[in-house]
């Protein structure tokens, strides 16, 4: 993949001012302004404190590393190639947050050519909802066909405010809809697991009677006569509400949330979203992703492999291993693309336990161990291209502050150096 | 320089009137010339079959809606893996996963491998139209383009309602250029956004959505006159209301009625061409409809046959999938398109011992077969909809060859044919030259391309050559050598290269007063910005239309 449609440079202002799209959450907002004074962010607009953690002051590391001490890029990406090439097919690369799209690109690309291993967010973060969908299928919407269509919002065990901080104004209960006049939320709390305090209807209900709530809900939508147990009661009056309404946005998230909910559970609210689309009621689940554009990292490797995580090229064309997914294998060497600390913890560990080679933003700050590490940017500040909504809405991303090295450059030079060893393409 | 002269092949070349001539045929510089030098290379193509590359009309093959597909499939890229081809010069290329929607890189080998150098995507929302960019950029070895939704748009709808005829050419052109769009496509007019309310779909033409005045009619009409105004390459590209319903025929009918005298493409003709209903069996109504087709030469079709085999559903037509998840019970993808379109996804398997799905066999032969005019009715399955584009061979056999055809028919589940014509005994093959037009000079002609789908000097160099074999379908499967601008990319099999393919797009100018009102259409309701709405920097410049 090229990012050959997003050559134009972007539009900085007489007034310092320039436009960006935010990675700071899977909202991808498109609407924040920067203010730069020089080469670093002075200030921001709108407010938001997921921006304000992604954004910081604009300026990140630029170092080159090789086993800890300072070097020249070209010795870095020498060092790199030569761990990945004398590790004989037993690599791992993990696709880490934070890079633009075509980044990703390159990186599978050396995955497919070095017989690897591709880890991603998603083995820890989304796993389960991935492999319902592929099971059942999946009802769902672009954001901003729940802004202009749900009358219903059932956050079901998530609280957006955190670590989506504008969700609410931009694509639900807070927005203008375009045929929406009057909305109602509901907040499903279930164990720790918190919904909104503000819904207008809290309903609570323990981790283990969430799949039974869940199954009684289903059997009240087939109009079963059968009485249920007390406190599954609040269940099916909820589904009850939810048949009444025109379009119901069921809003959960796949990642933050309790790692102990089953298989079984995840399905089963996918099942229920499906069982809501019927004559006079439609139904989309959006299942809230964080990280910076990890919905591009899944889109692309599905595109490109057919699988949308946890592939491996050991018999050299995309197999599917998710039940291996997190710490299979044994591997001789790793490398990761993006941001290290932005992995969840077990894909992170199976990375570093490992000679590694860590090319991303923070490198030679996350990752003091490596065998190389190269820091660069971040998509959206300094690096151009493609990132993806957790809607898997692609929006373009600009350059609006220097970093000496473009990922997508580097990945490149990486691929050459491999080819040059022997290792095709 | 490159010249390459093919020589001794039997040249099957309809649009210049060449049906199996003996000649040579000279490429220089990735076009076709009249001569070259006596000293350039050759490649020997005696007692070959030499057509033009294929050009597939409507296909999905790089979209958000065909990677909601992948997703689905899982079991089927695991049973189908493909590893990384060797090419001629040591290289090597990308692996991939096959199945009824192979990964870009294997779409775009197996695209080749059968001998077809353009693909269309037929159903792009545009709000997702630099997904699709981006899968095309991950297809090499053909030429690409896409058709951008719009029957369904929320501006466009306004305009129709406020009686904005002007405002909507302009909006649609704009469209065009901003999404690097080919063509307008429609799909359930009207119906997707009645999907989203409580009206659920639109079922007449004549019926008007809730709250508005747009119709089906209203809208077809609207697009056609705006495309034809514009001289868009292609026509607008027309998937009419209530597919797959029995009972269709009469609103096919209307549709294309409602457009009698503008150029229109109705696309998978097939699945709209159902008797019955409100009680009645299913029943072929193929006669009936390819009878006005034939009448009408403003309009053309691509059949959209079903083949015997798995299949994936892949469309934005919303209601009907849903119609199916609810009668099958099979896995369902859905997905909301905000202010545009929608998207359904169903795995699926038409077996010849189902009565709907063998009728819906014959209706597309029956079409095929009755045709008069083969360069208006043309060829596909509507991939992956009615089947692989991998059983191409199978169905240019199931044309040619009615032995194949008969023994076929004699063992489907006969229950609905009862009034098919093709029980009548149709007895029509057809030749090499017919299967040229409706698999190459035809779908190039109606998408307006001219330098494609003919060898005529200027022509793009995108050549396919096949050894003559009774097995008609092993014919088609294994060409002997295939040409991409000149470069053999496929020969004996095996691929020696894989270019990446130019992007195939319009850009038609418009007043550029409409912009104000997208722009503040844009502020009020869109979820990203004006100024990232529009793809950036492709590379191939836009098709001038002929």
Redesign the interface.
């Known amino acids: 993949?090229?990012s050959?449609?997003?050559?134009?440079e972007p539009?900085l202002s007489h007034d310092g001012t320039v436009?960006i799209?935010c990675l700071g959450c899977g909202c991808t907002c498109?609407?924040v302004v920067l203010t730069l004074a020089g080469d670093a962010v002075a200030s921001f607009t709108p407010a938001c404190p997921a921006a304000a953690a992604w954004i910081g002051d604009g300026r990140l590391p630029a170092a080159t590393h090789v086993r800890g001490t300072s070097t020249s890029r070209e010795a870095a990406l020498d060092a790199a190639a030569a761990l990945l090439h004398e590790a004989d097919g037993q690599v791992l690369v993990v696709l880490a947050p934070g890079l633009p799209?075509a980044t990703y690109?390159e990186a599978v690309?050396i995955a497919?050519?070095l017989r690897a291993a591709v880890e991603t967010p998603h083995s820890a973060m989304s796993a389960e909802w991935?492999l319902a969908?592929?099971?059942?299928?999946?009802?769902?919407?672009?954001?901003?066909?729940l802004?202009?269509?749900a009358d219903l919002f059932v956050y079901w065990g998530v609280d957006p405010a955190e670590q989506w901080p504008r969700f609410a104004e931009?694509?639900a209960e807070r927005s203008t809809g375009?045929?929406t006049v009057e909305r109602s939320v509901i907040g499903v709390h279930i164990g720790t697991d918190a919904a909104p305090r503000g819904a207008g209807i809290q309903i609570t209900m323990a981790p283990d009677d969430e799949l039974a709530a869940i199954g009684a809900m289903r059997a009240a939508l087939r109009g079963a006569a059968a009485p249920v147990a007390p406190r599954l009661q609040g269940a099916v009056d909820l589904v009850q509400r939810m048949a009444a309404a025109?379009?119901i946005a069921i809003i959960t998230a796949a990642d933050g949330g309790d790692p102990a909910r089953s298989t079984a559970r995840t399905e089963a609210l996918l099942a229920l979203a499906?069982q809501l689309?019927g004559?006079?009621s439609?139904c989309?689940i959006t299942v809230l992703r964080a990280g910076a554009n990890v919905a591009g990292i899944e889109?692309?490797l599905?595109?490109?492999?057919?699988?949308?995580f946890a592939v491996d090229?050991a018999?050299?064309?995309?197999?599917?291993a998710p039940e291996r997914r997190g710490s299979r294998g044994r591997y001789a060497a790793a490398l990761v693309v993006g941001d290290l600390q932005a992995l969840p913890t077990a894909v992170r560990d199976a990375a570093v336990r490992v000679p590694h080679v860590v090319i991303g933003p923070r490198a030679s700050v996350h990752a003091p161990d490596a065998v190389a590490s190269i820091d660069t940017g971040v998509a959206g500040l300094h690096e151009a291209g493609?990132a993806y909504r957790m809607d898997?809405?692609?929006?373009?991303v600009d350059a609006v502050l220097p970093h000496p090295h473009p990922s997508g450059g580097l990945l490149a030079e990486l691929r050459a150096r491999l080819h040059r060893a022997g290792v095709?393409? | 320089m490159s010249m390459l002269r093919i020589t001794g092949g039997a040249i099957h070349d309809p649009a210049n009137g060449v049906d199996g001539e003996i000649r040579d045929l000279c490429i220089r510089d990735g076009r076709i010339v009249a001569e070259l030098p006596s000293d350039a290379p050759t490649f020997n193509a005696a007692g070959r079959v030499i057509m033009p590359g294929g050009v597939d009309i409507h296909s999905h093959v790089a979209s958000a809606s065909c990677n909601h597909g992948r997703r689905l499939l899982p079991h089927e890229h695991a049973a189908d893996p493909m590893p990384a081809p060797v090419f001629a010069d040591g290289s090597v290329g990308r692996s991939g996963t096959g199945g009824t929607l192979p990964s870009t890189f294997t779409t775009g080998y197996r695209y080749a491998g059968l001998g077809y150098t353009t693909v269309m995507d037929a159903a792009v929302a545009p709000l997702l139209a630099r997904h699709s960019h981006h899968e095309f950029d991950d297809t090499p070895c053909i030429d690409g383009g896409f058709y951008t939704l719009m029957g369904n748009d929320e501006f466009l709808m306004r305009q129709i309602d406020a009686g904005e005829p002007a405002k909507a050419r302009d909006y649609m052109a704009w469209l065009l250029g901003a999404t690097g769009a080919y063509a307008v496509k429609v799909v359930n007019p009207g119906g997707i956004e009645a999907w989203k309310t409580g009206q659920r779909n639109i079922h007449d033409i004549d019926e008007a959505l809730q709250g508005r005045k747009s119709t089906p009619r209203a809208i077809l009409s609207a697009l056609a006159d705006a495309a034809n105004a514009l001289r868009i390459p292609h026509g607008i590209h027309i998937h009419c209301n209530n597919l797959g319903i029995p009972g269709n025929v009469a609103t096919t009918l209307a549709s294309m009625e409602a457009l009698d005298g503008r150029r229109a493409h109705f696309t998978h003709l097939q699945f709209h061409c159902y008797g019955g209903g409100e009680g009645k069996p299913w029943s072929s109504a193929a006669r009936e409809v390819i009878a006005r087709i034939n009448a009408h030469p403003e309009h053309t079709v691509d059949v959209g046959q079903v083949m015997f085999g798995p299949a994936t559903l892949v469309t934005a037509d919303g209601p009907v999938e849903y119609l199916l998840w609810k009668s099958s019970g099979r896995k369902w993808t859905n997905v909301d398109i905000e202010l545009e379109s929608g998207c359904g996804v169903i795995p699926y398997m038409y077996r010849d011992t189902a009565a709907v799905a063998a009728l819906q066999w014959a209706v597309g032969l029956e079409l095929f077969l009755l045709s008069e005019d083969p360069w208006r009715v043309v060829l596909s399955t509507d991939h992956p909809n009615g089947g692989s584009f991998a059983s191409y061979p199978k169905l240019i056999q199931l044309l040619m060859d009615k032995s194949v055809r008969d023994a076929q028919l004699a063992v489907c589940n006969q229950k609905l044919l009862a009034g098919s014509a093709l029980l009548d005994g149709l007895s029509r093959e057809y030749t090499l030259n017919e299967i040229a037009i409706i698999t190459r000079a035809g779908p190039a002609r109606v998408l307006g391309l001219t330098h494609k789908g003919h060898l005529g000097v200027g022509a793009d160099a995108d050549v396919t050559i096949y050894d003559r074999n009774a097995d008609i379908a092993a014919m088609f499967t294994s060409p002997v050598a295939v040409l991409k601008a000149g470069e053999i990319i496929v020969e004996e099999g095996h691929l020696r290269i894989a270019p990446r393919g130019a992007r195939l797009h319009v850009r038609p100018n418009h007043d550029a007063a409409v912009l104000p009102a997208v722009r503040q259409h844009f502020a009020d309701y869109a979820t990203i910005r004006f100024e990232n709405f529009a793809v950036r920097g492709l590379k191939t410049p836009p098709v001038v239309p002929p």
């Open positions: 993949m090229t050959d449609h997003h050559t134009e539009g436009p799209t498109d609407d799209t690109g690309a497919d050519a991935l969908g592929q099971r059942r299928g999946r009802v769902i919407a672009t954001l901003g066909e802004r202009h269509r931009r694509f375009l045929h025109q379009y499906q689309n004559p006079t439609r989309a889109s692309l599905t595109w490109q492999t057919g699988f949308p090229f018999s050299g064309a995309p197999a599917y493609t898997d809405v692609p929006l373009p095709s393409p």
